[in-house]
T-cell receptor
Framework: EAAVTQSPRSKVAVTGGKVTLSCHQT?????MYWYRQDTGHGLRLIHY???????EKGDIPDGYKASRPSQENFSLILELASLSQTAVYFC???????????FGPGTRLTVL | GEQVEQLPSILRVQEGSSASINCTYE??????FPWYKQEPGENPKLIID?????ERKQTQGLIVLLDKKAKRFSLHITDTQPGDSAMYFC???????????FGDGTVLTVKP
């Protein structure tokens, strides 16, 4: 079974601070994604990556950067955290386009 | 892009009855339609999916129907149990954009 891990699992950040969320997968999947989920709502795509050293903008990229330094690792960076970025963030990976996405356990981010 | 509408947002059924969730999508380039179940505090997990070359798929008490002409797909849970209580998400994968777009979710409660 696909193994996707995220760190930290929860974080409290201050407005204007920098936050880095990390994702690691051990299944040699080429495709990785970052989503955010607001309470009681669906998942929205922030950034994704098809290959190491390359990232693509998703549907809601404003205020976020992404980094894919290796096939296994995919980070989401909030340079200047804002209150509106309080949410649960999920990383996912998939071996190919149009297939099952395997989600990590999520990171609960609270910005105060 | 793609927009996925999911209804109802809240669904309460009696144990042993059936539950149905409906989703519509806009873009005819979408060809893969997964359904995810999310328990409170957990990550979404794939429960069933269907590709555009099929109209119906069934597995372990779950039935998915796809009507490509109407751009509509649905999940039917037969003989519901309290353990089926969770949030359910539909999604549509667009081959042109390479993105998976999620509906806003349905909170299903199965009453004993």
């Amino acid at each position: 079974e696909a193994a996707v891990t995220q760190s930290p699992r929860s974080k409290v950040a201050v407005t204007g601070g920098k936050v880095t969320l990390s994702c690691h997968q051990t299944n040699n999947h080429d495709y990785m994604y970052w989503y955010r989920q607001d309470t009681g709502h669906g998942l929205r795509l922030i950034h994704y990556s098809y290959v190491a050293d390359s990232t693509e903008k998703g549907d809601i990229p404003d205020g976020y950067k992404a980094s894919r330094p290796s096939q296994e690792n995919f980070s989401l960076i909030l340079e200047l955290a804002s209150l509106s970025q309080t949410a649960v963030y999920f990383c996912a990976s998939t071996p190919g386009l149009g297939g099952e996405q395997y989600f990590g356990p999520g990171t609960r981010l609270t910005v105060l | 892009g793609e927009q996925v509408e999911q209804l109802p947002s809240i669904l309460r059924v009696q144990e042993g009855s059936s539950a149905s969730i409906n989703c519509t999508y806009e873009n005819s380039a979408s060809n893969y339609f997964p359904w995810y179940k999310q328990e409170p505090g957990e990550n979404p997990k794939l429960i069933i999916d269907i590709r555009s070359n099929m109209e119906r798929k069934q597995t372990q008490g779950l039935i998915v129907l796809l009507d490509k002409k109407a751009k509509r797909f649905s999940l039917h849970i037969t003989d519901t149990q309290p353990g089926d209580s969770a949030m359910y998400f539909c999604a549509a994968y667009n081959t042109n954009t390479g993105k998976l777009t999620f509906g806003d979710g349905t909170v299903l409660t199965v009453k004993p």
